[in-house]
Nanobody, 124 residues
Framework: VQLQAFGGGSVQAGGSLRLSCTASGRMISTYHMGWFRQALGKEREFVAAISGSGDDTVYADFVKGRFTVSRDDAKNTLYLHLNSLKPEDTAVYYC???WGYGGPPRTQEDYIYWGQGTLVTVSS
């Protein structure tokens, strides 16, 4: 499975973006999919994830209702809607995937497939 993330850009605080992650090579309808981010000088951290069924979503505490993860399996695409953006949300955002049952994992070590990342810059 090859993943490609895009949709990043530069916005002002309070703005919104929609990140997309398109998969190729295999349908991801049974894959858990997640978003992670890495700010300059910091470790990569979990942001959000959605189960293969789409019924279960999990978020990092810092999201606090501002971000929404979703998927469109017909388009083989994962989304992350970013609202009420803050300067501290500035980071490279990565999508990741793994096949599995149950709830989507929060740890990056559980994911097998990774996209190349897309940069989100939020100015104050």
């Amino acid at each position: 499975v090859q993943l490609q993330a895009f949709g990043g850009g530069s916005v002002q605080a309070g703005g919104s973006l929609r990140l997309s992650c398109t998969a190729s090579g295999r349908m991801i309808s049974t894959y858990h999919m997640g978003w992670f981010r890495q700010a300059l000088g910091k470790e990569r951290e979990f942001v959000a994830a959605i189960s293969g069924s789409g019924d279960d979503t999990v978020y990092a505490d810092f999201v606090k209702g501002r971000f929404t993860v979703s998927r469109d399996d017909a388009k083989n695409t994962l989304y992350l809607h970013l609202n009420s953006l803050k300067p501290e949300d500035t980071a490279v955002y990565y999508c990741a995937g793994k096949w599995g049952y149950g709830g989507p994992p929060r740890t990056q070590e559980d994911y097998i497939y990774w996209g190349q990342g897309t940069l989100v810059t939020v100015s104050s």
